[in-house]
């Protein structure tokens, strides 16, 4: 019998179709998952603590596939997902329409100066002028990283008439490869950083970078707080170098209170939300496992398939 360990968060959505003839044990908290994962087959582990995933895992000894919600999965130990040779479904895609919509939105607010409208809005102040005069048309982007977020960012901004480049091995039309899109800096107006988190993306804006930029340039980032100088930013910012930054992601998260990231006008941080802007996340991520359950269980293909050596 197929053993299965699962996050009791999932469980009202996966219980009532998951097919006879399996042995699922459920948890809800870390120490159940340690009991509940000896001896399993199929995991998803699942939990708010990432720290207790990483336990979860390095007690799954058995364990043959382990499935995730989370697209990046950095905080995991490759080393034992290489050692064990398991397989590694994640959620790429599964946020990828919600998170392209914020980095609109997160784009929009800055030419528009939206902040500032709301902030007048709560002192019943009428404005007689805007404070964004932005146009997101005629503009230029730079996109780099070009998975499932990606692609679905690149159409959004062009039907806003932005002229989108993209930042990738394969050649194309608009396209930069990793070892021209540095020197390129100042020809765009949008930055935004869409890449995985690995040892090659860490830090790969940082104060060279910056320094490059226009001085009305403004950079997006949902992809992981650390692909970013994040010292090197608040300098750029502080001496309005760029014009701003839009960041779902900081380093660490949850920002301390007393950071001073918080107190910049020109940085936008709406705290790693992107990806939770919706309520379908669960019903994609127990749907794309059900299948993937049948397929496995069949002996078939499951996907996406997250590889740990490239850590995406």
Do not use: C
């Not at 050649?171 to 490869?177: D, K, R, S, V």
């Not at 209170?257 to 941080?269: G, K, Q, R, S």
């Amino acid at each position: 019998m197929t053993t299965l360990a699962i996050s009791g968060l999932i469980r009202p959505l996966l219980e009532p179709q998951l097919p006879d003839g399996l042995d699922v044990r459920w948890f809800m908290t870390a120490e159940e998952a340690l009991a509940a994962v000896k001896g399993a087959e199929i995991g998803w582990f699942d939990m708010n603590d990432k720290e207790a995933m990483a336990k979860a895992l390095h007690a799954a000894t058995e364990l043959k596939w382990l499935n995730s919600i989370y697209a990046g999965l950095d905080f995991l130990p490759m080393d034992v997902l290489i050692e064990r040779d398991i397989t590694v479904t994640n959620g790429v895609g599964i946020n990828a329409v919600t998170i392209a919509e914020y980095t609109i939105m997160g784009m929009l607010n800055i030419a528009k100066g939206y902040r500032e409208v709301m902030r007048a809005a709560e002192r019943r102040e009428w404005l007689f002028d805007s404070p964004g005069k932005r146009e997101l048309a005629g503009s230029k982007a730079l996109l780099l990283g070009y998975g499932a977020i990606g692609k679905l960012i690149k159409p959004r901004l062009e039907a806003f008439d932005v002229e989108v480049t993209v930042v990738r091995r394969t050649p194309g039309e608009n396209t930069l490869g990793p070892d021209e899109w540095r020197g390129k800096l100042g020809e765009f107006d949008w930055i935004i950083l869409a890449v995985p988190s690995t040892p090659e993306t860490e830090n790969m804006i940082g104060a060279d970078e910056l320094t490059r930029m226009k001085s009305d340039a403004v950079l997006v980032n949902i992809a992981r707080g650390e692909v970013v100088d994040q010292p090197a930013l608040v300098d750029a910012l502080q001496a309005k170098s760029i014009e701003g930054a839009f960041l779902d992601v900081t380093t660490p998260e949850p920002l301390p209170e007393d950071h001073v990231l918080w107190t910049l006008d020109n940085a936008h941080i709406s705290m790693h939300l992107s990806g939770r802007a919706q309520d379908k996340m669960f019903v994609r991520s127990a749907t794309r496992f059900l299948e993937n359950l049948e397929n496995y269980l069949a002996g078939k293909p499951v996907a996406p398939i997250f590889d740990p050596k490239l850590g995406y």
